[in-house]
């Protein structure tokens, strides 16, 4: 869930709040924000319709399929690479097609990528070590699929990073992002994400064989940290085979709460808001209980088509300058019983067992995700299941973003070590880092090449 870097939230606020004069209309500075906001995110994107592109559409015989099936693979040619998107040079990329299953185990389709190194540290005979990579929030429709976006959506802060450490990397875009499913994109869905990640992996494991180890590691960022911890909850459970930890990056794990902690903060001030939007219209498919007009108000509604043509930085444009009050005529569907029955089911919300190690990564300053409750779910768990191996390590001054970029010298090694079978004593550890400097940079940047 939740922002990759707390710049996308603001970027757009002041034409935002020159729009929320007009309640029930996008004025002219609202539009002119919104058009340079889409064009800027369409800029972006492989295809400027994924409907366009016969790699997204469902094939006739779907109902043919079962969870775990491949159904399409495409390995991007070396000129596109560079070309369509725009990879780090020497990474070979694929796309691939598959099925995972809805909250009643029924198969529905999913795509993703994977990014293959230029060689294999560890040799040419033998396997890459394998890498899940869990994205963070890219928007509410199938066009926002980060394998439609140019840099994959988080370029060097995941996966670009990742695939030049030598790793395989697999990366599904979730149910609904890029693939045609009834119930949409399911946003925050956190146990239907992990089966993204276990049946995506399954899939790609009939094409890439023993090219790549049994054994993997997922990580994640926001709602992919979300992702990241539940599927280590998922696997306790029900079993991919050969998985090692996972590594949790500022992870969004309960929207019951995060949600109404963000409304409080903003007080009568701007919301910076656009990810409950977002997530009462997923919900509002999932359950007809909950009606996104009986809760957003006129200004809120007219705009929803106009952020539906963009992803998440469109949505940013148009609603991160509105007040609480601007957004919602009322927020009781945050208690709604069939939100918090979806909060249980769809996102999972535990506290679960771990299957293997975690390490969890979090900024202190964290304005999206925030501490205080992401150390409450990790003490949670440990008490729950004090065999838990876990560990919480806690960034100060850092936020969303930064947090995520800052560590990466903490969970590089840490995944190695999970691939080298080193040991780590079973128990729940919290560990504050100290900085080298106080100067350091606070804000996340987006690396964009334009080949």
């Given at each position: 869930m939740l922002f990759k870097s707390i710049t996308s939230t603001f970027l757009f606020g002041t034409v935002a709040i020159a729009a929320s004069q007009q309640p029930n209309q996008c004025d002219i500075t609202c539009q002119k924000g919104y058009r340079q906001a889409l064009a800027a995110e369409a800029s972006q994107w492989v295809n400027q319709n994924v409907t366009t592109d016969d790699f997204y559409a469902n094939p006739k015989n779907l109902s043919s399929y079962s969870a775990g099936d491949l159904i399409k693979w495409d390995e991007v040619p070396s000129d596109q690479v560079s070309k369509r998107w725009t990879l780090p040079g020497g990474v070979?990329?694929?796309?691939?097609?598959y099925m995972t299953e809805d909250i009643n185990g029924k198969p529905i389709p999913a795509t993703g990528f994977v990014l293959t190194p230029y060689s294999n540290p560890l040799g040419k005979d033998k396997p890459f070590r394998t890498l899940v990579w869990t994205h963070g929030t890219a928007g509410g429709t199938r066009q926002c699929a980060p394998s439609n976006h140019r840099a994959l959506y988080y370029?060097?802060?995941?996966?670009?990073?990742?695939?030049?450490?030598?790793?395989?990397?697999?990366?599904?875009?979730?149910a609904g992002?890029?693939?045609?499913?009834?119930?949409?994109?399911?946003?925050?869905?956190?146990?239907?994400?992990?089966?993204?990640?276990?049946?995506?992996?399954?899939?790609?494991?009939?094409?890439?064989?023993?090219?790549?180890?049994?054994?993997?590691v997922v990580i994640g960022h926001s709602e992919g940290g979300m992702t990241a911890w539940r599927t280590a909850e998922?696997?306790?459970?029900?079993?991919?085979?050969?998985?090692?930890?996972?590594?949790?990056?500022?992870?969004?794990?309960?929207?019951?709460?995060?949600?109404?902690?963000?409304?409080?903060?903003?007080?009568?001030?701007?919301?910076?808001?656009?990810?409950?939007?977002?997530l009462l219209q997923s919900v509002s498919r999932l359950y007809p209980s909950i009606k996104v007009e009986d809760y957003v108000t006129d200004t809120v509604l007219s705009r929803i088509a106009l952020a539906d043509q963009g992803c998440l930085i469109t949505g940013a444009a148009l609603y991160s300058g509105l007040t609480v009050k601007e957004l919602y005529k009322n927020t009781s569907w945050v208690e709604h019983p069939d939100f918090v029955d979806w909060q249980k089911r769809y996102n999972g919300a535990g506290p679960h067992a771990l299957a293997?190690?975690?390490?969890?990564?979090?900024?202190?300053?964290?304005?999206?995700?925030?501490?205080?409750?992401?150390?409450?779910?990790?003490?949670?768990?440990?008490?729950?299941?004090?065999?838990?191996?876990?560990?919480?390590?806690?960034?100060?001054?850092?936020d969303h973003g930064v947090a995520a970029e800052a560590s990466q010298s903490d969970y590089f090694p840490w995944i190695r070590d999970r691939f080298d079978n080193v040991t780590i004593a079973k128990g729940c550890k919290k560990h504050t880092v100290t900085p080298a400097t106080k100067k350091f940079g606070i804000i996340s940047q987006s690396w964009i090449a334009n080949p």
């Open positions: 070979t990329m694929s796309r691939f097609f370029e060097w802060q995941g996966p670009f990073a990742l695939v030049q450490q030598g790793y395989v990397v697999i990366a599904p875009d979730y992002q890029g693939s045609d499913i009834p119930q949409g994109f399911m946003y925050e869905s956190g146990a239907l994400h992990a089966g993204d990640v276990s049946f995506g992996l399954q899939a790609v494991r009939t094409v890439m064989g023993d090219r790549i180890t049994k054994e993997w998922r696997e306790a459970k029900k079993a991919t085979g050969g998985f090692l930890g996972a590594v949790a990056l500022a992870p969004a794990l309960q929207p019951i709460k995060l949600i109404p902690e963000s409304f409080r903060r903003a007080k009568d001030g701007p919301a910076g808001d656009v990810v409950s939007i977002f293997a190690p975690m390490l969890v990564i979090q900024g202190e300053a964290d304005i999206l995700t925030y501490a205080k409750y992401a150390e409450e779910d990790f003490d949670a768990t440990c008490k729950e299941f004090p065999e838990s191996t876990a560990e919480y390590k806690l960034y100060p001054d850092l």
